[in-house]
């Protein structure tokens, strides 16, 4: 069965990935005809994994990855690879690149940022000296981000609910790692106005074909952070369907492993993991029976994915592969 430990496995593929700065695609808005970089010049620290979000993530892969599974990692081959990205320097020009282009990777790469930066606080308070150093380094990034969230969440009208980076309940779950009260009261804020009065989810349209997120399952992990139990338990009984149907429940299938959109429900198929696998205390009994089913179909599907040696998955898979079983 998969864990994280079997993840960590392949933890020398996240290594190699997070050092590759091409192919990229760095989405990158011209100004004028002297703005033009390469990725590196303009990311120094997540210039890497084809464009930056898939770096930030792919860099918070691998440091969970040495946190809580350091004898089955590279462990010095991950440490001298964040030694050399995380530098103040290098997020000090992060940071400044995301001031000259306020909307860039917006919501997406805001939330991997603050994740990355909370994931760090949080093992810094338990004393490891690297996870400390690490953490003073990225503290700018999401001490940048947090407020940029901040700001945009009250001019952000209706959520995007479909499957991949726009996806709000996703983004803004990310986001609560960063341990900042005003940001996590915002975020809970936005989460009620949002997602509170949702009812018998539509989990038939899922999936749609490029998909790599759960609208279903984002939604739920999300108020599940943000309600207390007396209020989740009513607001999951509303919230999910009577019965799921056969398409949701079983695995998406790639038909093209090369191909960069088709790839993308690899990263669903890990995705419905870690939402099975946390939403199951709350299922009812008939639910449970068909997630337990679910999960482990789903389980044996991630096990072909992390198979797959290409690049157009390998850039980004492992951290949803972690994402799935932390």
């Not at 996590?184 to 989810?201: G, L, M």
């Not at 074909?209 to 139990?229: H, K, N, Q, R, Y």
């Not at 607001?235 to 090369?258: G, I, K, N, Q, Y």
């Amino acid at each position: 069965m998969t864990s994280l430990r079997t993840v960590a496995d392949g933890a020398g593929r996240l290594i190699a990935a997070v050092q590759q700065e091409y192919p990229n695609a760095p989405r990158h808005v011209m100004l004028d005809a002297a703005d033009q970089v390469t990725p590196r010049s303009a990311h120094p620290a997540f210039y890497s994994c084809y464009d930056w979000h898939s770096a930030v993530e792919m860099h918070w892969a691998l440091i969970v990855l040495l946190r809580f599974q350091p004898d089955d990692v590279p462990a010095d081959e991950v440490r001298a690879v964040i030694d050399a990205h995380l530098t103040p320097d290098a997020i000090a020009a992060e940071v400044e690149y995301l001031r000259a282009h306020p909307d860039w990777e917006r919501p997406y790469g805001w939330g991997w940022g603050l994740q990355l930066a909370g994931e760090l606080e949080d093992w810094a308070a338990t004393g490891d000296p690297d996870a400390r150093r690490w953490a003073e380094a990225v503290r700018p990034l999401a001490r940048h981000l947090a407020p940029a969230l901040l700001g945009w969440l009250p001019r952000l009208r209706y959520p995007d609910r479909s499957g991949t980076h726009g996806n709000t309940a996703f983004c803004l779950g990310r986001a609560l790692a960063w341990p900042d009260t005003t940001m996590r009261q915002a975020i809970a804020k936005a989460a009620r106005q949002y997602f509170s009065d949702d009812t018998d989810f539509p989990v038939r349209y899922e999936p749609s074909g490029s998909d790599f997120v759960s609208p279903f399952f984002a939604e739920a992990l999300l108020m599940a952070e943000v309600l207390d139990a007396a209020e989740f338990g009513p607001w999951w009984a509303r919230f999910s369907p009577a019965e799921f149907p056969e398409a949701f429940l079983t695995p998406a299938v790639v038909t093209d492993p090369r191909d960069g959109q088709g790839v993308h429900l690899h990263g669903l198929n890990m995705y419905r993991v870690g939402g099975l696998r946390r939403l199951l205390p709350y299922a009812s009994a008939s639910q449970r029976r068909v997630f337990e089913t679910s999960l482990r179909a789903h389980e044996r599907a991630v096990e072909e994915a992390m198979a797959d040696d290409a690049w157009v998955a390998e850039h980004w898979l492992g951290a949803f592969a972690v994402l799935a079983f932390r």
